[in-house]
């Protein structure tokens, strides 16, 4: 049986992803940080406690999977009157560089990345690729506008 390590298991995306994931056999793992309980899409999938900030906790699970899903993101708008850009980075660029290193370093034979429209920012009804600018609208778009893209071609 084939195993995939799912981050942002109990987001919007990631327990839509494990009950699909699930129907066509393949056994989940799911880090899930301490703050947001159990895994919603409990039923089969194999919870790992950690969170994609650490660098080491839950990665010893992905040793072995055939696949990482990585939907862990931060993806609201800043509160306004508080600063929450370094939670942002944290777990956007370092915790996705974090999956990435461990996937790596594990051997895993494929990384699936999920985005939002929150990169971008929001506003308009055209379709946006890797070109558009990013609009203020987001935290996301906000740090890009400031540090660039976290990949460049």
């Known amino acids: ?30 880090p899930v940080h301490e703050r947001s309980g159990e895994v919603r899409a409990a039923a089969g999938v194999e919870p790992v406690r950690g969170d994609v900030r ?22 609201h708008a800043l509160s306004e009157g508080r600063d929450d850009t370094q939670l942002y980075e944290a777990v956007n660029v370092e915790g996705t560089r974090n999956v990435l290193e461990a996937a790596l370093d594990r051997g895993v034979g494929r990384v699936l990345f999920f985005s939002s429209v929150k990169a971008m920012g929001e506003g308009g009804r055209e379709c946006l690729d890797e070109s558009a600018e990013a609009t203020v609208e987001s935290a ?14």
């Open 1 to 30: 049986m084939k195993r995939i390590l799912v981050t942002g298991a109990n987001g919007f995306i990631g327990w839509r992803l494990i009950a699909r994931l699930q129907r066509q056999g393949l056994l989940v793992l799911a």
């Open 140 to 153: 996301v778009a906000s740090w890009i506008s400031q540090n660039g893209p976290l990949v460049s071609r």
């Open 54 to 75: 650490d660098v080491g906790a839950p990665w010893a699970a992905a040793a072995g999977v055939d696949a990482v899903a990585h939907l862990a993101g931060r993806v």
